[in-house]
């Protein structure tokens, strides 16, 4: 059989459309299990119990009666307010820092750049207690309360999730190449300026991926907040672990809270992609 | 397509000065800057006070006795000197020496597959997303998903999934597609690592995927379309100018993947309980359940200590492989 | 430029806001905790106080069923109480951290086995004085009271709420179908295995559906010890010699008892797939139509009727028959007894007020009422009995509660609860063909590494 020949445009045309293809197929792969979650939500604890899924009848009783069996809505407020207060200075201290050592020579540069590395070596059973401890002296020899509160945990988070993203500020500033800043220093801006007003708006596709960073760790994070706090500044990760309990679980809500902690952050993020395409964009014009 | 937000008389000029692959240009001296210490110094506050300081009192609780019995001294518990660094590496007796070496070779192995797995499918996705196509936004939003999901809820998913009478794995292989012809067991005995390997991949591939398409964005279009006219087809390409530019991202995720597998905690708890038996423990299970389940904190704080001194070992071994990427540039 | 500077703006604005919300947010705890100290003899409560009483998530409703029940309390003496529900994967943390700092509620829900843990922090009241008001030990029974102690000391630490033992359910109807007689199918473990036996062989399917003899979680659960440990005492062994100084679960006896269950693995007659889960994961299963027989606690009773409740199958939920534990090989029966106990923290301002909720708790009527509400048994003996008199099935759990048996009352016991936990889980797991080759000398050498391992935490104390 001969070969059929193709035009390079319909090759090319060929190729594009073949990795479309795959890209939605990944896209689906990766999903399965989120769609599965989805339709666990949708089956009563019977049939989730049983393993035997009925798609065809699904059952919205779980997302009806998960804010009943807690209080959704106080963990979920909480989860919004302390991860994006802390998401966003921890991509601002960690952008200053990150420029600092891409693009400086500064006497304890090295040390500080090891220390940051240090600092994730730290395994959280070591200084849990010790930060408990910490905050309990605050409160008797201080009288500062960060126990249980919102303050207390944003400043937790964002001690936490600073030093890699410090890394990965670094690391994208090293993608930039430094002529504009120069330019932009001959033409008399101080570096600080030429920092903000040149380099932070080419980096938007980093500082936007280090913000999603710290943010959905701190969604996630459960060891310290659970030792941290009583009631008043318990986020998500604490509140959703009610629904299974030693006499009584209730794996249908816990399907549809997961769901529903998702779907915000879905929206909120699809939102957000316009900073991304901004940032390309950018490039883009400035080659 | 939304306004560029460059000043376009700069744009104009630098692109007269661009050359592609320019050598590296004579430092210019700074002035001794003060500069860069107030960049660094919000940082470095919240690290002293929140990382530091606590780490400084774990060792020191390393160093007492402190169980159950002398808990409510906190610092005021007793001295024990190295006792308890002792007891853990040489004492046959204590809980904490028996299964540690067990622990650490389920360590490694979890973190190799769990680095590998992760670093690479996130490339791999990364440069199929980098692609213009339509509903890209979509895809690369969606992509994200497996990590919004609170990692609780994934763990318990995939206990669900792997159960090997009921779940949607065995299902899925021996009811439907009939690939294996017997129901394997996944949440128990040596197959329980990969019941924790693969959910921990999956759910590491959406900050692969992000970071290496940010990086992928940022790499200047003409390196590429240059090479391009060039004649180098799409792997040189890829293997001669994307990978080197993606070195530096993929250094850091290499160093603090690796650093966030080996202290991985969550997924097998979740999924096992604090005891997921000798194929699945981890380094940090097992101290967490031999320290705090079992009120053993000085010890647990000894062991931790000494997890960190190997850790340190990886660190020291990614700083010589990759010291280049942590020059100025 | 100027866009650039109003989407700044809106940025710097949208986190100030943020940031004085989070502020905002930190002063919402009404801890009115700056009310008088209560004097040591007056009995005169102060209206308008707050008791801070935290509890776990008992039964499907916790918090409104909780408020439910003291809402009579309020009204009588006027002390408000603020319920707080605190799950049980991080109970034991939170109490230990409460009671350590200073900082935490008036009055808690423990497990009965926690007590002992609790105590030995320092940081609970000693209700020596005050539990003569509500009968003392006379008013519970042996095993229900030991909960209340810390060995070597004199101290009652804890007030018994309510109680729960295990006991052995069946399907009647699947009995029926295999010839066998309810009366004697479970009287001693030989009965037992040879039921499983006939089940197997005569009883695959019930209603066109699959179903297993036996199953029992496995080490993800926390009650494994709960599920193994009456064999091993039917067997005159025991997990602690009596004076709590050594352990003894690897003695000859303590060995058959293990070793009889994991037998019941071996022999086929317990669904493999059973480990993979936890407690209540098999309940569901039994619910579900699975299991022929399983072992479980009170609180299951209650569901049955519950039609909201979606795990029961028609064909289980008509047909659940409650059986006592066997017997072991002299005669005696043994199970586990447990439950939950309220204790008193010593930093509590006030001590009074959490002494009348307490109290309240404790009296015959609304310990039958939340007892009732939950499907558990009440911890204190009249109401327990009346409770126990009102079906077969109850009937069946109190004469186990009779035969009940608790661990000892040392603080160690979690930590050493769960050592076992971990080696039973292998040894069920090596009999299932998954790990090690199951063999007796592989039963022996985990027994001894249990066994091992406790000493070591029981050195702690010293």
Redesign the interface.
Known sequence: MTAIALSPRARKRLI?RG??A???L??VV??A??F??VA?SLQ?????????YDLLHPTFQAFKDMW??IDFERYFV?SA??C??AA?LAT???S??G????????R??RP??L?????????????L??????F?WL?QHVGV?L?????GM???Y???F???A???M???????????EE??QV?GCT??TAFVR?VL???A??L??TF??AF?FA??E??FV??LT????ET???G???F??????Y?GQ??A??VV??IP??IA??AA??W???????????? | MSTPTLQPDVSAEVTQRRVPREPRRPRRRHRKSRLPYALIAPALVFMVFVHGLPAIGGFVLSLKKFNLFTFRQLFGAPWNGLENYRSILLDSDNPLHNGFWGAVSNTAVYTFWTVAGTLVLGMAIALLLHRKMRGQRIVRTLILVPWIVPSYVVAVLWSFMWQSDVGIVNKFLVDYTHLLGHRPVWLLGPNTMWAIVIPSIWRGIPLAVLIFLAGLAAQPQELHEAAAIDGAGPWRRFRHITLPLLRPLIAVQLLFGVIYAAYQFAIPTVMFGSNPGPDADLMMTFIVRQSFSNSLYGLGAAASTLLMLVMLVWVAVWYRAFRRDLEVT | MRRKLATASWLVAAVLALVVAACGGSDNKSNTSTAAKSATNATALKKGTTVNFWIMPNGPQPQQDMEKTVAAFEQQTGVKVNVEVVGWDVQLDRIKNAAVSGQGPDVTQAGTTQVPFFAALGGFENLNDRISQIGGKGAYAPGVWQTTQLQGQDGTYAVPWFTEARAIYYRKDVLEKAGIDPATAFTDVNAFQQTLQTIKEKVPTIGGKPISPFGMPGKKAFDLVHHVMPFVWDNGGAELNDDASKSTINSTQAEQGVDFVAQLVKKGLFDKSMLERDGTQVENQFKGGRLAVWIGGPWVLSTIDRTDDKNWVAAARKNVGVAPMPAGPDGKAFTFVGGSNLMMFKSSQHKNEAWALMKYLSGDTVQKDYANLLSFFPARLKPQEEVGNSDDNHKAFYSAIKQGRTYAPIAQWGPIENAYKGRFGNILDSAAGQGKPFSEGEVKSELNAAAKEADALLQQGS
């Not at chain 1, 009563?44 to 035997?52: E, F, I, P």
């Open positions: 594009a990795l479309d795959l890209t939605w990944v896209l990766m999903l299990p989120v599965w979650l666990s009563n604890d019977g049939q989730l119990a049983r393993g035997s009943k069996t909480n307010i302390i994006t207060v966003l601002a201290f960690a200053t820092a420029y600092a050592l891409a693009r400086f020579r500064f304890g540069a500080f750049g220390a940051v590395i240090g600092t994730q070596l730290i395994p959280g059973s070591m200084f207690l010790p930060t408990f401890i910490g309990l409160k309360q126990y249980d509160t919102r303050v944003i400043i937790v964002t001690a936490f600073t030093p890699v410090i890394y990965f670094r690391s994208f500033f090293q993608g930039i190449p430094r002529d504009l330019a932009a033409d570096p600080f040149i708006p080419n980096a596709p980093g936007m991926a999603v960073y959905l969604w996630d459960l060891l659970a030792s009583e009631h008043n500044a998500l990760p604490l959703i672990r009610l299974i309990g030693n006499y009584s679980q794996y816990l399907m809270a997961g902690s998702t952050v879905v993020f699809f992609q316009r991304l395409v901004r940032g390309i964009t950018a490039g883009a014009v400035k080659g």
